[in-house]
């Protein structure tokens, strides 16, 4: 049996969480990416209004994006971290922010260089706001009883 010394530790660690969560986090976000860019050029070709459009994708792809981070971005010591609604209405909280900047961007952007390059700008601001949040706020590592 292989036993872990403190710098197989600090690699697990870095590996695990510290580094690679915003990668996961990335992952799953380009999922949901697609699952709201499909929503929204869906609704935009059928004549929805762009600000509606990009609500209703949002919540579509929020969904998807809160099931798919407790499983696969803030994982634990390997465990998935605990759904909760509670926890659903924070990771939703945090990424209203983020739906309010990018719909504040797509809007201001869109007659200036396109919709498709509007709508990718605004991924990108609602992207660092929505990592930010959920790292910091929704999937913040809390202390062990044992102080670690």
């Known amino acids: 049996m292989l036993r872990k010394g403190r710098l197989g530790k600090q690699f697990t660690s870095y590996v695990t969480h510290d580094r690679a969560e915003p990668w996961r986090f990335a992952f799953v976000g380009l999922f949901a990416t697609a699952v709201d860019f499909l929503i929204f050029f869906i609704l935009a070709r059928i004549n929805v209004s762009v600000i509606a459009a ?14 798919a981070n407790t499983a696969v971005t803030f994982r634990r010591d390997g465990q998935r971290v605990e759904k909760s609604v509670a926890r659903y209405l924070q990771f939703l909280l945090a990424h209203l922010f983020g739906l309010a900047t990018s719909t504040g961007v797509l809007v201001v952007a869109t007659p200036v260089i396109g919709l498709l390059l509007a709508k990718a700008a605004a991924t990108g601001v609602g992207f660092m706001s929505n990592y930010l949040l959920s790292s910091r ?12």
């Open 54 to 67: 990009n609500i209703l994708a949002f919540f579509v792809a929020n969904i998807f994006s809160y099931f």
């Open 137 to 148: 706020l929704v999937f913040r590592n809390k202390p062990n009883n044992d102080g670690q």
